[in-house]
């Protein structure tokens, strides 16, 4: 029994990055967060929602502790801060011109998630109906983002997540960094980047000398993206001081980089949190948007 397809059934997929999810805190800096939200939105016509979050608080938090009395952290609490966090979303959507998402609407449109303030074990499992996932650069010190927020879209959402840095970019994926170092993880923020990758003007994939695992080289994966109109080229640096999170960025500022793709925490994030390692780096100290996947 043969089966045929009917001439031009064979459609190419629509790979845009349709859908794009934005947490936000009262407490943080978030317009270089939204600012990079909405240079990835204006070039897919994206819907941008917004969603509260929160850390996981304790039941109780101590206010006076010379006389220990206890405030907790009540449903009024949280309404408060949860409008809080939606008013400094929509403020700035309003402020860009950006339209509220309407039924019919296939332009860039932003809209907001109505439950309240969630956790961030929340927010790991919606960012699964969502192309990418915004965050900022985790340093909860300084009122950006937490590195837990950070780390549950890594690992919980299944899909790609795009660190903003503290400033926010110009421009974005005019010149793409892949670097690559033959892993599963970097392997899945390729694919997830191929929307990008396919609007760049130039794409670099990025080596190191003796670092990475076993698997295809930098060659190989330059004539894969080949097969999808991707024009990329390969550059192989040392790295003799085995600081591959230092080299990587800087070989992409010395290329004008302005988005970095990379596999997140190829090592066990344990080991990068005692011994260091390019995620943890990375994530600490990139001045440009970082697309990610683990």
């Known amino acids: 029994m043969t089966v045929g397809l009917a001439e031009g059934s064979f459609e190419r997929k629509n790979t845009d990055m349709k859908s794009i999810l934005v947490p936000i805190e009262d407490h943080g800096v978030v317009e270089p967060i939204l600012e990079t939200a909405l240079l990835l939105g204006r070039a897919f016509d994206s819907y941008i929602e917004g969603l509260a979050i929160t850390p996981d608080y304790p039941v109780v938090l101590p206010v006076d502790i010379a006389i220990g009395v206890p405030s907790p952290i009540t449903p009024e609490n949280r309404m408060e801060m949860s409008r809080a966090c939606r008013e400094r979303f929509e403020a700035f959507m309003v402020t860009k011109q950006v339209q509220r998402a309407a039924a019919g609407l296939a332009t860039l449109s932003y809209g907001w998630r109505q439950d309240g303030l969630m956790e961030d074990a929340f927010l790991g499992a919606y960012g699964r109906v969502f192309d990418v996932t915004v965050v900022g650069r985790p340093d909860g010190g300084n009122g950006q983002t937490r590195l837990s927020t950070v780390e549950a879209s890594l690992f919980e959402t299944g899909r790609p997540v795009l660190i903003a840095p503290p400033t926010f970019p110009q421009t974005l994926g005019e010149t793409v960094v892949i670097a690559w170092n033959r892993s599963t993880e970097t392997a899945r923020a390729v694919l997830g980047s191929i929307p990008l990758l396919e609007k760049a003007r130039r794409v670099v994939v990025l080596e190191l000398e003796d670092w990475g695992v076993p698997g295809p080289s930098g060659v190989e994966l330059v004539r894969s993206l080949g097969r999808r109109g991707i024009q990329a080229e390969t550059l192989t ?31 066990s994030r344990l080991r990068q949190m005692f011994f260091g390692g390019a995620t943890s780096h990375i994530l600490s100290n990139t001045a440009i948007p970082v697309l990610m996947a683990h």
């Open 237 to 267: 640096v040392p790295d003799p001081n085995n600081r591959p999170g230092e080299v990587i960025l800087s070989e992409a500022g010395a290329l004008g980089c302005d988005l970095l793709v990379k596999g997140a925490y190829t090592q």
